[in-house]
């Protein structure tokens, strides 16, 4: 059998939990997905998906378009991922081939994974070759625009759950009022919960170390994308100063940040997010940079992807759980007592059901 992939096209999908919610820099009005979905000439399917929100529809869609487009005028098999990743970066080059050209990229890396994880029958964390079976796993969520009432529930659920950490966003305009928030959080979930914390960028660094130096009193256990994410001079002083190991990398197209936060030793924990940086082989060659340097691997959202592939790293920290997709796919990831399991079925082991999934007009 050859493998090579005989169509491709994408579809949309909305969380059956949508609904508005907000952090320190954003406005988010819908939890929605683009999923690409790829077919061999054997009939082997292959599904890739990709974060959108509400943001830039005909932008997105557009992407995918062009690059579904430029893959059924070519013949590649599903394994030829590098060599894809290649020709596209070419093709986009002159009007970027960063940002949405590399996240349409990344969704059809991802789908000609599952589809050669189902040639061989094997899940992609044992294609690659594993170290771990299980990787901690933290509750992630406590936007900014919850009430008090809100953000305690969701906690609280996470820890009935069985989750023995969670995250909390901060950067409200208010330290006190983030202060406020996070104490309340460990009043509920007492010692046995570790607690994080999310600025999301939203913060200017005086502002930024006068919250670690309060937070640190009810041991908060690491401060996620304090001030923005180009500002490295402010991260080496965050770091050299407040008290709190520092997180960062989801907005990251390549690994240029995390060599300059090498460089200046100002970075505790690297966040990659498989999309933005273009799919498997990207995301592994940012924690292998990152793991030469003894830095962990926590990343940003995909735990579906995420957890399968820390799986197969040297130097895992953990990986972040939203329940965004779970009312949406076939099989939900195996989560107990803070572990998150990878799944066991070949390729990434899950699908969206069909009834979810929206047809696009192609134009």
């Known amino acids: ?6 169509d491709i096209t994408y579809y949309r999908a909305v ?21 690409v ?38 013949q590649y098999a599903v394994y030829d991922t590098v060599k894809m990743k290649k020709d596209w970066d070419m093709e986009a080059e002159y009007f970027g081939n960063t940002g ?42 406590g936007w900014i625009s919850y009430s008090i009432e809100e953000l305690l529930e969701e906690v609280t659920d996470y820890k009935s759950r069985g989750f023995t950490a969670v995250k909390i966003k901060v950067g409200s305009g208010s330290v006190d009022r983030d202060m406020e928030r996070l104490t309340k959080c460990r009043e509920a979930l007492g010692s046995g919960v570790k607690i994080m ?25 690491w401060f996620e994308e304090p001030v923005v994410h180009t500002d490295f001079a402010g991260y080496e002083l965050l770091r050299s100063k407040c008290g709190i190991a520092l997180a960062m990398g989801e907005r990251e197209y390549d690994c240029e940040a995390l060599k300059n936060l090498i460089a200046r030793n100002a970075l505790d924990l690297w966040q990659p997010d498989i999309i933005r940086l273009g799919g498997v082989e990207a995301w592994r060659d940012s924690a292998a940079l990152a793991d030469a340097y003894h830095i962990p691997t926590l990343p ?12 197969t790293a040297r130097n895992p920290y953990g990986a972040e759980s939203f329940d965004w997709i779970d009312g949406i796919i076939d099989n939900t990831m195996r989560i107990e007592n803070g572990f998150a399991y990878p799944r066991e079925g070949a390729g990434w082991g899950f699908r969206f059901r069909e009834e979810c999934m929206q047809a696009l007009e192609r134009g």
């Open 37 to 74: 979905e790829l077919t061999t000439r054997e009939g082997i399917r292959g599904q890739g998906y990709l974060l959108s929100f509400h943001y830039s529809p005909g932008a997105v869609e557009g992407a995918l378009k062009d690059v579904c487009n430029f893959i059924k005028s070519r």
């Open 15 to 35: 969380s059956s939990i949508s609904k508005p919610i907000a952090d320190s820099t954003h406005t988010i009005s819908k939890i929605a997905f683009y999923i």
């Open 100 to 141: 949405i050209n590399t996240c349409a990229i990344a969704a059809v890396n991802i789908a000609m994974w599952d589809a050669w994880g189902h040639c061989c029958g094997l899940p992609v964390w044992k294609m690659l070759g594993a170290n771990q079976k299980r990787i901690p796993v933290y509750g992630s969520g």
């Open 300 to 311: 940003h959202y995909y735990k579906d992807y995420d957890v399968p592939l820390l799986c």
């Open 1 to 6: 059998m050859d493998h090579m992939i005989s």
């Open 197 to 221: 914390m999310d600025a999301n960028q939203g913060m200017d660094v005086p502002t930024a170390l006068e919250l670690s130096e309060r937070a640190r009193a009810i041991g908060i256990q």
